[in-house]
Structure formats: structure tokens, C-alpha cells
């Protein structure tokens, strides 16, 4: 799944996806996160504000979340690794099977957690060759 950033700033979000604690406020610029750049979506969060794409920006090497609105979908084929597993209060997760199944590998992958970092490698490699066209991190060029 390959998306274009329309946009970094909060400008875009609806009501739904702006949250003050969190940090996602519309009169913010989302540093990272170059308008123009088609990335690869590596997850899809849905939750009960807002639909969440996970990409990489140029300074790291695991996925951040950003709202859905600030993106143009190019290309919406799901890489062949993802399931769509619904979780409790209206969470459902596409991605790779660790991932979907578990609300906090994310936490894990962030914590560095060998067996999280390993599987996310391991998937991030796939996708990536399936999406040769897309940023996909550090490492694009």
C-alpha cells in the first residue's frame, strides 16, 4: 500500500482525529513527514477517532502514526502478509499477523524488544520489496 503526504500540518483533521494530550492539534507542523514523498504504509489503525497510516519518515527505522486525512492513497493493495483483526472498543489493526493479533507489539517494537524488532525486520523487508516505488525509511534513496 503506497499513500502520498498532501499534508503535515493538522490543518486536515477532522474533529474526530484532533487530541490536545496527544499532540495532534491542527495548528501543528508534523515535522518528518515530507508533503509530496509517497510512502509505504506499513499498518492501518482504525480506532474510535480516527484511521491511523504507518509509515517511516526519514529518521527512523520503525513506523509512526499519522491521521489518515493528511495522505492521498496511490496504490491500495494491502501487502500479502496483512490480516484485519477487530479488537475490543473499536480497534481494528491491518498488518502483518504479530502485529494485527497483538494491540501492543507497537509498544514492544518502540521498548526494542528483541523478538518485536526481529519480526518487524522481517516484515518490514517484505513489504518493502513488494513496494518498490515508496519511501521506506532511512535507507530510501
Known amino acids: 500500500m503506497l499513500a502520498t503526504c ?8 477532522p474533529d474526530s482525529c ?14 518528518g513527514l515530507e508533503v509530496g514523498v509517497t510512502y509505504v504504509v506499513y ?3 482504525v480506532d474510535h477517532r480516527c484511521k491511523w497510516f504507518y509509515v ?8 509512526t502514526p499519522y491521521p489518515e486525512p493528511m495522505f492521498d492513497v496511490v496504490d491500495s493493495t494491502p501487502p500479502a502478509c496483512w490480516n484485519e483483526v477487530s ?3 473499536g480497534l481494528t489493526i491491518r498488518a502483518f499477523p504479530e502485529w494485527a493479533s497483538d494491540p501492543l507489539f507497537y509498544a514492544a517494537l518502540l521498548d526494542n524488544d528483541p523478538a518485536a524488532t526481529a519480526t518487524w525486520c ?4 517484505e513489504i518493502d520489496a513488494a513496494n518498490p516505488g515508496g519511501f521506506t525509511g532511512p535507507d530510501s534513496t
Open 18 to 31: 484532533v487530541d490536545e494530550r496527544a499532540g495532534w492539534t491542527r495548528d501543528k507542523i508534523y515535522s
Open 122 to 125: 522481517q516484515y518490514k523487508m
Open 6 to 13: 498532501s499534508r503535515n500540518d493538522g490543518g486536515c483533521l
Open 43 to 45: 499498518v492501518v489503525r
Open 56 to 63: 517511516c519518515r526519514a529518521a527512523s527505522w520503525y513506523p
Open 87 to 89: 479488537h475490543p472498543h
